[in-house]
């Protein structure tokens, strides 16, 4: 399976590493410590050293009750970055939900938008311009790019103060079915298409947890699937009596399990321990593999 970028058609016959690069004030786990252009820049390249297959620079946190920013703020922060990423030779990937800054950050040359909202935002936006096309239309009208679409329940101000009820399996593949439909509809070819389940974003730690464990339901939708699980606080509820604050364990394990399930890219902060944690499942899996074939 290829996932279609706009300079790299992404092989996903083994899964990737997606490298996080914050540059905001205020993301959950590393907020501030990248926001300076040169330091984000720095750990653009250090996390190419520790392995990362690919790139995801964000401009604005979407932490429970993070407060949004302008477009032109978000940009301001992104740009410099940005430039700099395209010119390591990896799949870089700009985050956010914003048209305009969609439409700036393939102009740059991006290739692939990973929105959270899955192309449903209709706010305003500071810096935006007035006759600035939807998200989709955006995402349609450039021809190549890629672009993962996620699930949130409700909005990153209220998503944690009232959860998903039921089960939510079901409920998140039928958005993400939606959502992947309405792009096609828009004249996006489906190789572009990447879509992501949204740990943590508006969901109970069992919802979560059985995301994982039903992964197979929504790779039956026909997309690649993307995991986000890094440092979720889901990870410490359910590894609380270990005591270890930052959850690198955990996520370690959560990416290889959503791997063991079909999952093939991980958005990851923590990237030299994913892949060393992929490298003992290739390791199995190569084991297994001939092992079927005898």
């Known amino acids: 399976m290829l996932w279609q970028t706009t300079r790299f058609p992404v092989d996903l016959s083994q899964p990737r590493v997606m490298g996080i690069v914050n540059v905001t004030p205020d993301s959950f786990s590393d907020g501030g410590?990248?926001?300076?252009?040169?330091?984000?820049?720095?750990?653009?390249?250090?996390?190419?050293?520790?392995?990362?297959?690919?790139?995801?620079?964000?401009?604005?946190?979407?932490?429970?009750?993070?407060?949004?920013v302008s477009a032109i703020d978000e940009w301001a922060r992104v740009e410099p970055?940005?430039?700099?990423?395209?010119?390591?030779?990896v799949p870089v990937s700009v985050d956010t939900y914003k048209p305009q800054v969609m439409q700036w950050a393939l102009e740059a040359g991006a290739d692939i938008i990973n929105d959270v909202w899955?192309?449903?935002?209709?706010?305003?936006?500071?810096?935006?311009?007035?006759?600035?096309?939807?998200?989709?239309?955006?995402?349609?009208?450039?021809?190549?790019?890629?672009v993962c679409l996620m699930h949130m329940h409700r909005e990153p101000q209220?998503?944690?103060t009232a959860p998903m009820q039921g089960d939510a399996v079901p409920q998140v593949a039928q958005f993400l079915l939606t959502a992947a439909q309405g792009l096609e509809a828009?004249?996006?070819?489906?190789?572009?298409?990447?879509?992501?389940?949204?740990?943590?974003?508006?969901?109970?730690?069992?919802?979560?947890?059985?995301?994982?464990a039903?992964?197979?339901?929504?790779?039956?939708?026909?997309?690649?699937?993307?995991?986000?699980?890094?440092?979720?606080s889901s990870l410490a509820a359910a590894?609380?009596?270990?005591?270890?604050?930052?959850?690198?364990?955990?996520?370690?394990?959560?990416?290889?399990?959503?791997?063991?399930r079909g999952a093939r890219v991980l958005r990851v902060h923590d990237v030299a321990a994913t892949v060393q944690g992929l490298a003992?499942?290739?390791?199995?899996?190569?084991q297994d593999t001939q092992t079927a074939n005898k």
């Open 33 to 68: 410590r990248h926001l300076a252009a040169d330091t984000a820049k720095d750990h653009c390249e250090q996390l190419l050293k520790e392995g990362a297959h690919m790139l995801d620079i964000g401009g604005e946190s979407t932490r429970p009750g993070a407060q949004p």
């Open 239 to 260: 590894a609380a009596a270990l005591g270890d604050g930052s959850r690198l364990t955990a996520s370690v394990a959560a990416a290889v399990l959503a791997v063991e």
């Open 158 to 160: 209220t998503m944690q």
């Open 118 to 146: 899955a192309m449903r935002w209709r706010g305003n936006s500071i810096g935006a311009s007035p006759s600035a096309a939807k998200a989709a239309e955006v995402i349609a009208q450039h021809g190549s790019c890629g």
């Open 81 to 89: 970055v940005l430039q700099h990423a395209l010119t390591l030779g």
């Open 280 to 286: 003992i499942w290739s390791a199995m899996h190569i």
């Open 186 to 212: 828009a004249g996006v070819d489906r190789a572009r298409i990447c879509l992501d389940y949204g740990i943590g974003f508006g969901k109970t730690v069992a919802q979560n947890f059985a995301l994982l």
């Open 214 to 232: 039903r992964q197979r339901e929504l790779l039956a939708l026909g997309y690649p699937l993307l995991a986000g699980w890094s440092r979720k």
